[in-house]
């Protein structure tokens, strides 16, 4: 479009004016060896510690855990691989505290009991498009648990999924992976990085997997390639970052409880865990996607430093998807289904500039940040929908097309965003013992939709809020801290997961449209712990993270939402991560929740909720999760490592009219590593436990997979 070309070339134009900025001269005599980015190497932790170094999502620079006053989780891509994890779901199961709401659709998840499907990022960029996202190109997967608004403006409030990219480096090696495993599946990826000069790396990661299901007639094919060059010349670096990749599969929305008749209760879905309910010779999902990223970093002096960083997502998503939508038949022994097709385009740039250093005055130390953020976000779904399509047994479906008439045009619409945001951070160190932080965002996000059906609207609406975050951290031993915390994030009108505004005509959607936002806050107290000389680190937290305006969809009008209150989680939770004794190490963590909605109104009339959800339970969280992994792992030779995932019990539906039970889920690995070789024999759900891993309504539960295998053979060069 003419508007989105004109609107791309500034954001070009600028990053170009930006770089030509910075002089490309070396530091004067003295400064030479103060090169960037800083790199901390530790020789007293192995390489299979489960603990990371320091972590960048906390404070948006490299911080120590110890002093963020909130709770963060690390997942390392390369231990999650080891089992096969293609997907952000499977990495991150059995993270303490995230539950996964994902559909065959879109990644989607819940930190402390509230949907964060819009608050996953690339390297701090934001990466809100609905798709499967690729993690061939992932080094590891920060979790910042609470509001995040501070740092990265609106979000849910639960917390941000946030990934690291690999990068060019000189300790880098060459590597190539093959793997084959259960369901027919077959895969390489190649990781090749080169220091062309002292002041030039280059590196790039490809790979390409296909495999079948444990599911009827499901199949799926991915390919990705990554390529990165970066320049440093010890004053002023330049990191260009590009990828690529295509996820093609069979849409698979899982299954529908059964219920006898109207008045009986819900029960699970009877049909064996392989059955599916679409046409697999016509569904279809293709997800392709498209990351361009610049980050320009000139440092001033000893002290302080710029950085600008231009990030792009392009994506292409298109599907035609026949999913059940309901029971029907005398004994509800059929399964109705709809059919739906899209087609998405959707586009984000994002620039920021950020000055960081630290001065000293008197005896407090301030380690700060100063940030501009300016975005653009275009997104144009096109949806044809049928409903219903035709109805198949609940027990034996037909996997036959039907002879209806195609879908007809529902939805062709135009989504625009534009973000501007300020923010101020500072590290305050008063003492060894006492440091604070404290930060303050300002955001503008201004949505704007319009419709292109026949008799469709437009709407817009702009909201500014203000985010701050505080946190206190005492260190009264050498080996303990403990921290307190209060954090504030926001979601606005047009703004959650997916950006976009209702634009029909009625009362209702302009009511819809000019609802105030959504706001979360949370308090969290806690104490982070060195143990056995270093070696093992734990922390324990306890929170509470408020939801307040919370926005509940009307039943009867799906185009009415009301404001019905507060929802809340009261939690604890607990990390143990390091090494045991020489060799042997341990990576774990538990959840306990208590989410709830804790207030909601009673409306009357024909546009009100049929049940009242004071008290419900918050759907699709769990009162108890967590996972506890023990390894051997020298450098050379035999490993193993076993563990189990834990899952409790999850309702379904907003009304708790079912629960998906809870579940233990084991898995373990044995492998032998040669000089430059490692062999590997990884097992997911070794007892071959029955399960439902997650659900996104009554007609739509997913079965969790049986016991699979997967055999691979890494090389390093």
Known sequence: MPTQCISERRLSVMALAFSSLFSTSAFAEGEADDKLPHIEISGERSHYDPRPGKVSTATRT??????????????????AASYGAQTMAEALAGVP?????????????KIRGFFSAGDVFLDGIRDDAQYVRSLGNIERIEILKGPAAVLYGRGSGGGVINRISKQPGADVQDSLKVFAGSYSRLGFAADVNKVLSEQWAMRINVGREHANSFRDDVNSSRQYIAPSLKWDDGRTSWLLQAEFAEFDRTPDRGMPAWRRNAGSPYQLPPASRATTYGVPSRDYIKDSTLYLRSTLEHRIDRD???????????????????????????NNNMVARARWQQNLHQRNWQNNLELEGNTVTGAVRNDMLFGVEYTVERRQPTLYSRSPSSSVSLLNPSKAPDALAPPALSTNSLHRADGIALYAQDQLTFSPQWKMLAGLRWDRFAADSTSRTTG???????????SPRLGVVWSPLADHSFYASYSKSFIPSGGADTVGLDTGTGASIVSNNALEPQSSRQYEVGVKSDWLDKKISTTLSVFQLDLYNRRTQVSSNPNLFVISGLERNRGVELSVNGQLAPNWFVRSGFALQRARIVEAPLCRGTNCPTAN???????GVSGANGSVFLGYAPTFGFFSEAGLVYEGSRYVDIANRLDLPAYTRWDGKVGYRFSKTELTLAVTNLTNRQYYSSSTGLSQIMPGSPRSVLLSANHKF
């Open 613 to 619: 959800l004071a008290g419900k339970r918050s759907v």
């Open 62 to 79: 490299a911080t120590d855990l110890r002093d963020v006053p909130q709770t963060v989780n690390s997942v390392n891509m390369e231990e």
């Open 97 to 109: 505290g995230i539950t996964n709401n994902s559909d065959t659709r879109f990644d989607s998840f």
């Open 304 to 330: 302080w430093k710029l950085r600008y960083t231009l990030g792009m997502l392009h994506l292409n998503s298109i599907f035609d998807n026949t999913f059940a939508t309901g029971l029907t038949g005398g």
């Open 456 to 466: 469709g609207g437009r709407a817009a609406r702009t909201t500014s809020a203000l």
